[in-house]
């Protein structure tokens, strides 16, 4: 009789290896979940995990901001080393959309600064761009003469389509301000409409123009004359200060008849 004739055994373990590239370079970092101990990409974008014979599950990649091609891979009693198993990623991309409306409708032509490509809005006032997983940036609206409120918008690390941002937009205007040397006295100019400012009871004045405004402000009041008699503007981008009058009573010589 033979006895004690024993044996150990040893479960056969097996590779599964394949590698995750993108823009046909590999991709570093991307998790194989599923896999036993979830192995990562190396700096070639090669994975390897360790099976025992007879494993079975799905192996799905993973990195914040790519898609996969294919999303998945599934084994079934895995017997013997799969090898060649590659995944191809996409890197994914969001809209960043909004409107920029100034008096209820849409400005056309407002420049988004800070979007890749600088987006202008359209004739609704719409603007649309797209972006990488993982991009950040400020959004900047410009326009020349209008500011607008906010000012800008922050994005940070996007990894999802961003909330719509919208703009209002104000024109710019700028003031001319001074004294005109009497109460009362009437200043006139046209912007797009005929308009008036009137001196207070020291004889400051102070009125707002258009951005870019050019035009010409006349002074005048009953029985007084102005020196100078009125002032000419050029493409006004900036506040005008000490735009000063100087006046005295009109005189009139009786008239004699012979």
Known sequence: SQTGKNH?????????????????????????????GSPATDSSGIYTGTVDAGWSGTVTPSKAGYSFSPASLSYTNVLASQT????TATL?????????????????GVVMSGLPGSPATDAAGNYAVTVNAGWSGTAVPVKEGYSFNPPSCNYS??????????????PVTFSITGNAGVSGAALSFQD???????????????????YNWSGTVTVSKP???????????????????????SCRRATYLPLVFR
């Open 84 to 87: 060649g198993k590659n995944h």
């Open 8 to 36: 150990t055994a040893t479960l056969n373990q097996y590779t599964v290896t394949g590698q995750v590239t993108w823009n046909g370079a590999g991709l570093t970092g991307v998790v194989m979940s599923g896999l036993p």
């Open 157 to 170: 690390n996007v990894s999802a389509v961003p909330t719509p941002q919208d703009y209002t937009a104000s």
């Open 223 to 245: 029985g007084y004359l102005f020196t100078p008699a009125g002032r000419s503007y050029s493409n006004v981008t900036s506040n005008q200060t000490g735009q000063n009058y």
């Open 92 to 108: 994914n991309q969001y809209t960043v959309t909004g409107q920029v409306t100034w008096n209820g409708a849409g400005l056309t």
């Open 192 to 210: 797009g409409t005929q308009k008036t400012a009137t001196a207070d009871g020291s004889g400051n004045y102070s009125f707002t123009v258009s």
